[in-house]
């Protein structure tokens, strides 16, 4: 299945926590150029609330990085969307409808536009139920928890 994961997911993928073995079992992930920055911030937040020790935050950040960019051996894990000045004009309209943080627009904004671009279903992972709401609203096909998928109500 190929899953479009905004951060809240992609943590997962570093962090033994509730819903992490369901997001190991997408196949293939897209991601928001955004993860690039939030994705450690949310590992280094852990070490300084005493979740990481600075030693795996460190890691887990620089496993981060090789999934995201290749490490010279392996490709990159995940495929990003650039964050384009139509992906912010979007995010600015998904802010508005759906009373999202100014990051959770530009996350739901690059998940449309990699759902625009695909042939094939792409479904939206995130662990914000807020976002996951907005995303629904918008048409988007949520990855449950459970590793099966469904359609919100709108």
Known sequence: MIVFADSSALVKLYSDESGADAVRTWDQVIVSQLARVEVPAALWRKHRSGGLAAHEAQLLSAEFEADYFGD???TA???VI???GQILDDAARLVAVHGLRAYDGVQLASALAAAGAL???CEFG???RGLCDAAAAEGL???SRSGSSSVAQR
């Open 141 to 143: 096909l949520l990855a």
């Open 126 to 128: 995130a662990f914000d």
């Open 77 to 79: 894990r995940f495929a």
């Open 82 to 84: 650039a964050v384009t």
């Open 72 to 74: 010279g051996e392996q």
């Open 119 to 121: 042939p094939e279903p």
